[in-house]
Each structure stands twice: as C-alpha cells, then as structure tokens.
C-alpha cells in the first residue's frame, strides 16, 4: 500500500504549509500529493505550484469538479500539468452534487450520472490519446455542439498540443454501487470519499470485477496523538459539514454513504441539526466510532495496529490527510 498526501481545498486563503508538506512527504518517500477544490480555490493551479518544488511524488486532483470544465478542458489541465512535470499527473474527476452544481455552476446535475461521467471520461480519453478529431454522440457532451442554439458550423478538432502520455491515469470519485462499478470499467482507479477497513462489504459488489492494475486510493485523516477524543474532533468538523451541509436534505450523497455503511438514522440526525443552524451539535453527533473507523488518529502504537486492517484490504493507495510532519514521519515509518 503506498501512501499519499491529502491537502484538500484552500478555506480562507492559502496555506503556507501546504509546499512544505508536500516537500517533506516527498522527502519521506510518499508516492503522490493531492488537491482538491469546491466552490473557492481550483484543483490545477497549486499543483503546478508544487510541481515547481518538487521532482519525483505525483501530483493528483482528488477530485476536479467535472461541472467546472468541459471535459476538453479538464483534459488540457491535466495534458498541461503532465508536460510541466515530467509526466506526474493524475486525473482524479467527480460529479459534486445538485447544491454546488446548479447553485455554483450553473448548470443542471445531470439527470443520468452515469452516462454524463461515462462521456465525460470518454472525451478525456480521446484527448489524451490524439488519434483523431475529438467526436462524440453524446447526450451530455457532443462534439461537436450540435444543438439547436448552436451556429451548425462547429469542427471537430484534435489538440495541438501533443499529450505526454495517451495512458495518463484517470481516477474517478463515485460514491453511488452502480456509479462505483461503473468505475471499475471505464477509469484507472476509485477515490472512495470514506472508506472502513472493517466494512468492506459496503462496496463488495461494486468491486467484483476490479482490473489487475485498478487503483483504490481513499482519503483518511491521520494525527498522532495522546488524546483519541481530542483527534477525532476535526474528523467529526468534517463529517457534520459533509453528511449536514453538503447536499440538499432530499437528496445527499454523503448522507447516503453513512447510511450505507450502517448508520443512516445519526446521518438523518446530523442534517437535521445542520440544516436548522445547529451546527456545533450536528459535529457531535457525528458517532466516534464512525469518525474513527475511517481515519487513524491515536497514538503511535494505536495507529500501527489499524493500519495494518488497511494495508490488509484492497487499498492500493492510502491519502492521508495529516496536519503535521511529525505523522507524516510516523506512517511512513509504520508503512516501510
């Protein structure tokens, strides 16, 4: 199992830690960095900038929003970045949801998820590869537009710029069984936004037929610390604004997820609490044992002992979302 690093999203401005974790974990021996983005700072841009410091780890987006950009777009991001790397790019995509879609975006969530990420990838893949014009029949993407608002003189175009590698890797972030599965056929790797090593048969049947070289890269908060309550609090921070204020109440893919993993009436209890502006209960009661099972905070000795249930499973990739050096250290020692 390699080990990633997790920076997540700006909140109010950059972090000026965020290059010297990324120097120290490639220091340390972690395969890839990776950012994220949601309605404030971009996915690309403070990749590049570590790119521009750094000279071996990978640098992946977990996840660029696919309603920010066309796919042609996304995938000149990612040919882009790839270039100016030295061919250490990874695409990791997600859909987000209806609130920051519509709400943020602009655009209407895709009544087919499915088949609007299948095209999606489809034209990445076609970029990356530069073996023709980019076409597709698509519902959700056609190329060239061929709607009824559109001029009818647009063409089909192959990128100028002749792409790094045609196999770049293309991870996607589902979270739905038939949206993972479909993962597993059309991408490189799945970004599972929770993952529970003792809770595997959540996503059993969506995994069935995984590719030899599929990647399985979820993200987990990691803190070495005396105090496991103490630790577990940001974990909750994130969970309550997630599962509470992540999504509509009629419709929250996260929420969902918790349910799946078999607490679906705390995952109702913290998007009542959120949605009525209770918001510092809604983190409390996000349960300790869901907090936990997915992150490893505690001592060292604690985290050794459950890192192995991690290391034991299918993940292939773990991105650790750690605030400090000192636990990046501890876990790539744990993980050598």
């Known amino acids: 199992m390699r080990l990633g690093l997790a920076l997540g999203y700006w909140g109010r401005g950059p972090s000026a830690d965020h290059v010297p974790l990324a120097q120290e974990a490639e220091r340390l021996g972690y395969d890839s960095v990776w950012t994220a983005e949601s309605w404030g700072s971009d ?21 660029a929003q696919m309603a920010a950009r066309s796919p042609t777009t996304t995938a000149m991001h990612a040919l882009t970045l790839d270039h100016l790397s030295g061919g250490r790019a990874l695409l990791g995509l997600g859909l987000s949801g209806p609130q920051v879609v519509e709400g943020w975006y602009g655009r209407p969530f895709p009544k087919s998820p499915l088949t609007a990420t299948r095209e999606y990838v489809d ?6 590869r530069r073996e023709g014009p980019v076409e597709l029949d698509g ?67 969506s995994l069935t037929d995984v590719p030899e070289s599929f990647l399985i890269a979820p993200m987990a908060r990691a803190r070495v610390c005396d105090d496991v309550a103490e630790g577990l609090l940001p974990v909750k921070a994130m969970l309550g604004f997630y599962i509470g204020g992540m999504g509509h109440a009629r419709r929250n893919f996260h929420a969902e997820l918790m349910a799946r993993m078999g607490y679906e009436e705390e995952a109702r209890r913290i998007q009542r609490l959120f949605l009525d502006g209770r918001r510092e209960e809604a983190v409390l009661a996000v349960p300790d044992a869901f907090a936990d099972e997915i992150s490893l905070v505690g001592p060292r000795e604690r985290i050794a002992e459950r890192l192995e249930a991690w290391r034991k499973g299918p993940v292939t990739d773990l991105l650790v979302l750690a ?7 501890v876990l790539a020692e744990l993980n050598s």
Not at 185 to 200: E, F, H, Q
């Open 323 to 329: 605030p400090d050096p000192h636990t990046l250290r």
């Open 139 to 205: 519902r959700f993407h056609p190329l060239p537009y061929d709607g009824p608002d559109g001029s009818g003189i647009g063409k089909a175009l192959k990128p100028i710029t002749h792409p790094l590698r045609a196999d770049l890797p293309v991870l996607l972030g589902a979270e739905g069984p038939k949206n993972i599965a479909q993962t597993t056929r059309i991408a490189d790797g799945w970004l599972p936004l929770y993952w529970s090593p003792s809770r595997t048969e959540v996503y059993e049947a």
């Open 43 to 63: 996915a690309f841009t403070p990749l590049t900038w570590i790119a521009a410091r750094t000279s071996r780890i990978k640098l992946g987006t977990a996840v």
């Open 123 to 128: 034209v990445v893949r076609q970029v990356l």
